[in-house]
């Protein structure tokens, strides 16, 4: 296809989210779209592009496979692979362009999004290397991951979350399923300087609120810390009210590592 007019991309990114306020464009701070947009100037000068990221990430949060929208008006890209290369060639190291492939006009990166799945890795007792801080969140002294396993499981289901979203509005959804969410030992993310034992929560669900993931991690270290127990948090679940937490987990430790797509259109 090579007549002028509109052309749709689903793009394919990952990116280490510490020096980032998240993904969403803002003025005054350093984003990733603001990047990505940036870099698309240099590539692709003079034409006309617009981006629409799947969903927004926290500052500080990092993300595999995140899904974005290009829209670009005139000619397609010439080559997908080259316009990929290029765009790599270009983009500062923690952020990666890993693929671009066409999709119709009709397809939405936000209504199209079937589900998201997020690891919260972390880890606890003495403090690690500080070399860790953009990849694991850190929980001083001893946590109960027995207890912490059985917690995560009452997540499951679809219940009221407004304890687990911050500042919600009128307008926000509290009522959410959540498809799986578990708490394993760390075998996937590996470096020389991590301590020996690392741990992640995993939880996939069709879409997430504010803070959500972060502040069900910060129930779950108050769970393993013996700071409340699993009957505060299905009365959480069940009323829509805040357990008794006074903490939200620390941003770096959470990864979005899949966007899951429905390309069938």
Known sequence: MTELGKHYYLLRLSFLGFRFQGWQQQPGVKSIEGMVQKTLGFVLPGRSVKLLGAGRTDARVSANHFAA????????????????????????????????????????????????????????????????????????????????????????????????????????????????????HNTALTASFFPKNTYYLEITGPGFGRYQVRLMMAALVALGRGEVDEEALRDALLNGISPPVKRIAPASGLHLTDVQMDLSM
Do not use: W
Request: aromatic residues 12%.
């Open 69 to 184: 929208q290009l829209l670009l008006k005139g000619k397609p890209l010439a080559g997908l692979p080259e316009f990929v290369e290029e765009m790599n060639r270009n983009l500062p190291a923690d952020i990666l362009l890993e693929s671009a492939i066409p999709v119709a006009k009709d397809f939405n990166a936000i209504r199209d999004s079937n589900s998201k799945t997020y690891r919260y890795y972390f880890c606890f007792g003495s403090k690690p290397h500080p070399y860790c801080a953009p990849f694991l969140g850190y929980f001083p002294g001893p946590l109960d991951l027995e207890r912490m396993i059985d917690g995560a499981a009452l997540f499951i289901g679809t219940h009221n979350f407004k304890g687990f979203i911050a500042q919600p509005s009128p307008a926000t959804l509290l009522i959410r399923e959540i498809i799986s969410c578990e708490v394993r």
